[in-house]
C-alpha cells in the first residue's frame, strides 16, 4: 500500500511510506512531518521571526528587557576574535564575553581547526562501553594545571551541573551528620535545585522547595565563617566564589583565604570554590585561589573551558576526597558518567583551548591589559566622581560601580523614566550599556544583584587598542551628563 500525505502547502512536505509486508498495521501508522524549520531557515531568519519565535517558544520577558536595551535590534551573522559583525556589517566590539564564555574569542582558529579534524576524521563522540581517549587527555590537562592534589576530573556540560557534583561530593565525603553548607551573601551559583539552595536571591529562588540545610554569613568574613562552624559543628562545606561576579565583581582579602585554609584545616571541613566564572585564566591566573596561595578541596570550572564553542564544565576534587566519597567499585557510579560529560569533540575544543592559554600567554594578557583597563577605568573615576562610584576586579574580570540615581535622578527626567522598567530606574548601568552597544558599538554585560554595576569581562586576547576603543566611547557618555544619557535613552524607546 502507499500512502501519499500531502499537509500545509507551505510547510509540509510530501512524504510516501511503503508498507513492507511484515510490517505490523501500527508500523504503517502516518507520521506527519511538522513545520520543521531548515538549518537554512535558521541562518537567514529575519529579526522579526526571531523576536516572535522568542515570544512563542523561549522567554517572552527576556526580550522585554533587551527591548528596553535595544539589543533585539542585532542580529549577529559573524562572530571573530574581539567582534561581533551584525546584519548591517556594523562590528560590535565584545566586552561582555558571553559572561565569561569567551576567554578564546570568537571562533579561535586553532579551535576551529581542531574541531574540524574531529569531524573529518570521523571521531566517536560517545561510546560510554570504552574508555574515551579525549576525557582521558583532557583530564590529565586539568589534573596538571590544578595545583596540589586536585587530581580527580568529573566532567559535565554546565557550570550548575559541576557545582552540583562538587556539593554532592563533599557530602558524600563528609557524611549525613555534616552535610550542612556554609554559603555567602549575593552568591551565585547557579540555578539547578541544589546550587539554588545557595543562590542568594528571593528571585530566583522564588518558592521552591530548596534544601534547607544551608546557612550564609556575609563574603569575606573569616570571623563569621568560624563562629558559625563553632556554633554548629553539622557544617560540613563551606561554598564560595572565589571573585563574587553575580555580587557585582567583589573580592575578599588575601589573609580572608589564607585564614580561610586554615580554620577549614582546623575544623575539618571542606572548602569547595565555585571557579566557574572567574577560572579558566579569567582573573590573569588560571584559578583566581591561585593568588593567594591556597588550594580548595574541591573547585568547579565551566564557560570558557568550552573554548567559545561548546558546553564544557569539570569538577575537580582532592584526590583523597575524591576516593573517599567515589574511589570503589561499589560507589562509582553513585555519581557520574554522565551522558554527554566528556563528548569527544567537547573535549577536543577543551584540550586544545587550554593549549592556547599557555601558547599565547592570555593568562599574562589578562593581567596586563587588565590592570591597564583598571586604570584607565580610575582615571574617568576620577574625571567623574559624581557619576562612577567604584571599580572593582582584577583580570579581565572587572566591574564598574556607578552611583545610585535612585533618589537624586535629576527632576527634568524623572516623569519620563516612570515609563522604565523597575530595574533601570536611576540605574545608570543600563543607560550606559545601551548607549555604549546604541553609539558606539561596544556590548558590555550587567550583574545579578547590583543593578549599578557594568560587567566587563572581555575575551582574553583583548588588546590595548580594544580598552582604548571602550574607554572613549565610556568618557564620551559619560562627558554628556545625566540628563543627556537618560534622555538619549529615553529617546532610542521612542525610536
Ligand atoms: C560562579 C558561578 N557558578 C555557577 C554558575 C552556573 O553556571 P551555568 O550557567 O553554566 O549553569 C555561574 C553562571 O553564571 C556562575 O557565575
Redo the contacts with the bound molecule.
Keep these: 500500500m502507499l500512502l501519499l500525505k500531502k499537509k500545509n502547502t507551505q510547510e509540509r512536505e510530501a512524504r510516501q511510506v511503503v508498507e513492507s509486508p511484515a510490517m505490523s498495521p501500527d508500523l504503517v501508522a502516518e507520521i506527519e512531518r511538522p513545520p520543521l524549520l531548515s538549518v537554512d531557515d535558521a541562518i537567514k531568519m529575519p529579526l522579526e521571526r526571531m523576536s516572535q519565535l522568542f515570544v512563542d517558544h523561549l522567554n517572552p520577558g527576556q526580550l522585554h528587557f533587551m527591548k528596553l536595551l535595544g539589543f533585539h535590534k542585532v542580529k549577529i551573522e559573524r562572530a571573530e576574535g574581539m567582534f561581533y559583525t551584525d546584519q548591517n556589517g556594523r562590528k560590535i566590539l565584545d566586552f561582555f564575553g558571553g559572561?565569561g564564555s569567551l576567554s578564546f574569542g570568537h571562533n579561535h582558529p586553532r579551535i576551529l581547526a581542531a574541531r574540524k579534524r574531529f569531524q573529518d576524521e570521523n571521531r566517536h563522540e560517545i561510546a560510554m562501553a570504552f574508555l574515551s581517549q579525549y576525557a582521558a587527555a583532557l583530564a590529565h590537562n586539568l589534573a596538571s594545571i590544578a595545583p596540589g592534589d586536585l587530581d580527580m576530573v568529573f566532567l559535565g556540560s554546565?557550570?550548575?551541573?559541576a557545582?552540583e557534583a562538587a556539593l554532592k561530593l563533599a557530602e558524600r565525603y563528609q557524611g549525613p551528620k555534616r552535610s550542612k553548607i556554609l554559603f555567602a551573601e549575593h552568591a551565585?551559583?547557579?540555578?539547578t535545585k541544589g546550587?539554588l539552595s545557595i543562590t542568594d536571591s528571593k528571585l530566583y529562588q522564588s518558592e521552591f522547595n530548596l534544601v534547607d540545610d544551608v546557612v550564609k554569613v556575609p563574603f569575606g568574613d573569616l570571623d563569621a565563617i568560624r563562629t558559625a562552624l563553632e556554633n554548629d559543628p553539622s557544617i560540613g562545606i563551606v561554598c564560595l566564589?572565589t571573585i563574587q561576579?553575580?555580587a557585582g565583581i567583589v573580592e575578599a582579602s588575601p589573609e580572608f583565604w589564607t585564614g580561610l585554609r586554615s580554620l577549614c584545616d582546623e575544623m575539618g571541613v571542606l572548602w569547595v570554590a565555585?571557579e566557574?566564572?572567574s577560572g579558566t585564566g579569567r582573573s590573569g591566573r588560571f584559578f583566581a585561589f591561585e593568588h593567594y596561595g591556597v588550594v580548595p578541596d574541591i573547585t568547579a570550572l565551566?564557560?570558557s573551558l568550552g573554548g567559545g564553542k561548546t558546553a564544557m564544565?569539570a569538577m575537580i576534587a582532592r584526590k583523597p576526597v575524591y576516593m573517599k566519597a567515589y574511589g570503589k567499585p561499589a560507589t562509582a557510579l553513585i555519581h557520574g558518567p554522565a551522558t554527554f560529560g566528556g563528548i569527544g569533540e567537547a573535549c577536543i575544543t577543551s584540550i586544545e583551548a587550554l593549549n592556547i592559554m599557555y601558547d599565547d600567554n592570555l593568562m599574562q594578557n589578562a593581567a596586563q591589559v587588565g590592570a591597564y583597563m583598571k586604570a584607565e577605568l580610575e582615571r574617568l573615576q576620577q574625571k567623574f566622581p559624581k557619576l562612577i562610584k567604584d571599580v572593582r576586579g582584577r583580570g579581565f574580570m572587572l566591574g564598574l560601580e556607578f552611583q545610585d540615581f535612585s533618589r537624586t535622578m535629576p527632576m527634568a527626567v524623572r516623569p519620563a523614566l516612570s515609563m522604565l522598567d523597575e530595574k533601570l530606574k536611576g540605574s545608570l548601568s543600563g543607560f550606559v550599556g545601551s548607549a555604549l552597544l546604541r553609539e558606539h558599538d561596544v556590548l558590555v554585560a550587567f550583574t545579578e544583584y547590583n543593578r549599578n554595576v557594568v560587567r566587563l569581562q572581555p575575551p582574553l586576547i583583548a588588546t590595548r587598542e580594544n580598552v582604548d576603543q571602550f574607554i572613549t566611547a565610556l568618557d564620551t557618555i559619560l562627558s554628556g551628563g545625566v540628563v543627556k544619557i537618560v534622555s538619549d535613552f529615553i529617546k532610542s524607546q521612542r525610536g
Design positions: 559572561f554546565s557550570g550548575s551541573e557545582m551565585f551559583h547557579g540555578k546550587v566564589e561576579g553575580g565555585d566557574v566564572q565551566a564557560k564544565a
